[in-house]
């Protein structure tokens, strides 16, 4: 029996991307609100047109497919325009983080060498102070707006392949300058559809994108939402009274609350005696927020906590299936596996581990990103095998649940023996009277490196509570062999909010 290939007019008949999917929910949904900003909106046809019109325009600025635009805004109409454009003319938007200091900053922008540069008008003079190699820069704004008007209306003949690049994200860069995470077509359409089914997102949901939109957290989330006729509420950053306000009058699937804000929110939402319309899921990353702020959040919004583990460089998968229910300060944090991704635990030498024993997480599925930019080395160990490693450590139960254990990079080698910081500090976070714990390594002529921590808590607590609660529950080479209390402002955090654990190690070496 002779074998038979599909015709190259078949394979062409499947390649659907983020643009060609938005202009189809557009024609069938034309008066549906697509977006909104406090008073503004823009209903599928006015942003079809609007980034039609800018396609457009980055083509007739002499762009090419594959060409890198940088956009430096706070979270605004615009913003979702811009990366629909984006994908109607195939090039790649690199979604710069404005919260970067100069330094970072010009790393990101001299890293993909964008041809154009679109901002607002109140962040010219930050990028005026930049080391940069880019001459054409289009301000928000009335400029802006009159390269729209003067621009066709017509949705560009560009040929873009699902797995071209559509966005770069950039990584938070703990332990030094970000990285760029390509992510294609392909990608944002699976994380697309995964994000409907694991978390049950129904047709014409509402989406509350108060996260920046250079956050996966809010462009993932928003590109599927408008896929699906849904309506995105655009909030420029974590403001408590607006979120709220939209929560009152609008029903939505999936509320986004963010380490460091859950508390902060639940305090805000009683204070108001605010009453949700309908909220059906809330959260992200439950391992970082303390148990009794997702009790509380949930209790308010009526609403099961999502204990998501995810990347930039992943989307939700490989293990955002479970939810915390309603009103539970939880014991456990045990993790479920997403579908459509193959998730391994594997040692050191990439073979897999038994049950119960820590490794790292190696993913491979549709809504893998398409490797770093301009990083070759760091792509090649990262992609070995034909898997992506994470560089997270997870432990599967006997019942194929997931726990997390640590980051690979943050484990202590300690005099043969393997200690993660995350196994310390979810024994001291117990105690409720402590806010923060941070385990770190000290180099130490015995056993080459010994785990330290540092604590924010209450006046009242003491090293020795604390290292009497270790005992309790650690083996004794585990034993934190110093405790530094320290207030929660002197802790060094990145610009996404994420402990810098090189620089109190640095601190500890002029101790």
């Known amino acids: 029996m002779s074998s038979w290939t599909p015709s190259p007019e078949i394979f062409q008949s499947s390649r659907s991307t983020v643009g060609s999917l938005f202009s189809a929910q557009a024609a069938a949904y034309p008066d549906r609100i697509a977006v909104k900003a406090g008073e503004n909106q823009l209903t599928y046809s006015q942003l079809e047109e609007r980034s039609n019109r800018l396609a457009q325009l980055f083509l007739a600025r002499g762009l090419k ?9 706070h979270n605004c109409l615009e913003y979702l325009e811009v990366e629909l454009a984006a994908a ?12 970067l200091h100069a330094r970072e900053l010009s790393h990101c922008i001299n ?3 964008p041809k ?12 005026d102070a930049l080391d940069i190699l880019v001459s054409d820069f289009v301000e928000l704004g009335s400029e802006y707006e009159s390269t729209l008007s003067s621009s066709s209306s017509e949705r560009p003949v560009v040929g873009v392949d699902p797995e071209d690049g559509l966005v770069i994200l950039y990584t938070s860069g703990t332990t030094g300058l970000p990285k760029g995470a390509l992510i294609s077509h392909r990608a944002m359409i699976a994380r697309g559809m995964c994000f409907a089914t694991e978390q049950k997102i129904p047709q014409h949901d509402n989406f509350i994108a108060w996260a920046p939109f250079y956050h996966m957290a809010s462009t993932d989330q928003s590109l599927a939402i408008l896929l699906r006729a849904g309506t995105v509420h655009a909030v420029d950053g974590y403001d408590p009274d607006k979120i709220i306000d939209i929560v009152e009058k609008t029903e939505m699937r999936f509320l986004v609350l963010m380490p460091g804000m859950v508390g902060n929110f639940a305090d805000a939402f009683r204070a108001r005696q605010a009453k949700a319309a309908g909220v059906g899921i809330c959260g992200a990353m439950a391992d970082l927020v303390p148990k009794a702020e997702i009790a509380a959040a949930t209790a308010c919004l009526n609403a099961p906590y999502v204990n998501t583990f995810g990347a930039t460089e992943t989307g939700l998968p490989p293990a955002s299936s479970g939810v915390i229910p309603v009103g539970v300060a939880p014991s456990s944090l045990s993790k479920k596996q997403s579908s459509f991704c193959e998730l391994r635990l594997v040692d050191t030498e990439d073979n897999d581990v038994p049950d119960g024993v820590p490794g790292e997480v190696a993913m491979r599925g549709p809504t893998l990103f398409s490797g ?27 019942d194929g649940t997931l726990d997390y254990v640590d980051r690979v990079k943050y484990m202590i080698k300690s005099g043969g023996e393997n200690i993660y910081p995350a196994e310390i500090e979810q024994v001291i976070v117990k105690d409720d009277r402590v806010s923060e714990a941070v385990v770190v390594r000290r180099l130490d002529p015995k056993w080459g490196e010994v785990p330290v921590v540092f604590i924010v808590a209450a006046s009242d607590v003491t090293e020795e509570s604390l290292l009497a609660a270790c005992r309790a529950e650690l083996s004794s080479y585990k034993m934190p062999k110093a405790v530094y209390f320290i207030e929660e402002a002197d802790l060094p955090r990145s ?4 402990i810098q654990r090189h620089v109190l190690e640095e601190r500890l070496i002029s101790k």
Do not use: C
């Open 88 to 99: 109607k003319s195939g090039v790649i938007l690199a979604a710069l983080n404005w919260r």
């Open 495 to 498: 610009t996404t909010g994420k």
């Open 111 to 113: 890293l993909v060498e």
């Open 65 to 73: 497919p594959g060409d890198r635009v940088g956009l430096l805004a």
């Open 372 to 398: 770093y930019w301009n990083a070759d080395e760091t792509n090649a160990k990262d992609f070995r095998n034909g898997w992506f490693h994470m560089g997270d450590v997870l432990r599967r139960n006997a």
């Open 116 to 127: 154009l540069i679109i901002l607002q008008s109140a962040l010219r003079d930050d990028l």
